[in-house]
């Protein structure tokens, strides 16, 4: 099993573009979350997605949109990109939501806006 | 929402001393409480939890503790090993969501 996957490694991209990030796992898990992390401020959540065809805000939504494409995949986009979402971007999964079950966490993408 | 709060932020540490970290948080509901471990450049990594009605947990070097009274709990590393650097965050949860200390960068000296 390859676990949770997620592409790019690595993105530039300038102020205004567009992207995708992808996200995949093999787990047959159900919940399935994308986070931020900057220096010094831990894990922040952006979305989650509880169950296939629900996706909720997290902590700091703003400037992001998903989409859970299925069981498997769950897809961050940011549609006009700032410096300040300047970030490393984890993706993980989990059985089920509030059960006390471990997050699994892809390698993470590593985005800079200039 | 729930907000972790998470000390020391960094923490430098003798091999074979101790290492402690303590979390509060602040919603009386949260019920999960993962500790993970992030080393230099890759994902971070379940390395212990407790359930909120378990006072402490131990696997072999490390430890939790919970004190659900004064809501914060925290990480016991036993004889510190090279491999022990790392970034740890704690964690608490009371639904789908887990909220995240802001990390405390281990660093253990030969």
């Known amino acids: 099993n390859a676990g949770v996957t997620q592409t790019p490694k690595f993105q530039v991209l300038k102020t205004g573009q567009s992207m995708t990030l992808q996200c995949a796992q093999d787990m047959n898990h159900n919940s399935m979350y994308w986070y931020r992390q900057d220096p010094g401020m831990g894990l922040r959540l952006i979305y989650y997605?509880?169950?296939?065809?629900?996706?909720d805000k997290g902590e700091v939504p703003n400037g992001y949109n998903v989409s859970r494409l299925n069981k498997r995949e769950f897809s961050l986009r940011l549609e006009s990109a700032a410096p300040s979402q300047t970030s490393v971007y984890f993706c993980?999964?989990?059985?089920?939501?509030?059960?006390?079950?471990?997050?699994?966490f892809g390698p993470g993408t590593r985005l800079t806006v200039l | 929402g729930e907000n972790v709060e998470q000390h020391p932020s960094t923490l430098s540490v003798q091999e074979g001393d101790s290492a402690v970290i303590k979390c509060t948080y602040s919603?009386?509901?949260?019920?999960?409480f993962p500790w993970y471990k992030q080393e230099l450049g890759k994902r971070p990594q379940l390395i212990i939890d407790?359930?909120?009605?378990?006072g402490e947990k131990k696997d072999q070097r490390i430890a939790v503790t919970l004190n659900k009274t004064a809501k914060h709990f925290s990480l016991h590393i036993t004889e510190t090993q090279p491999e022990d650097s790392a970034v740890y965050f704690c964690?608490?949860?009371?639904?789908?969501?887990?909220?995240f200390g802001a990390g405390t960068t281990v660093t253990v000296r030969a």
């Open positions: 993980a999964s989990t059985q089920v939501a509030g059960a006390y079950n471990e997050q699994f």
């Open positions: 919603d009386s509901a949260s019920n999960y």
């Open positions: 407790i359930r909120s009605n378990v």
């Open positions: 964690a608490a949860s009371n639904d789908y969501k887990l909220s």
């Open positions: 997605s509880a169950s296939e065809g629900t996706t």
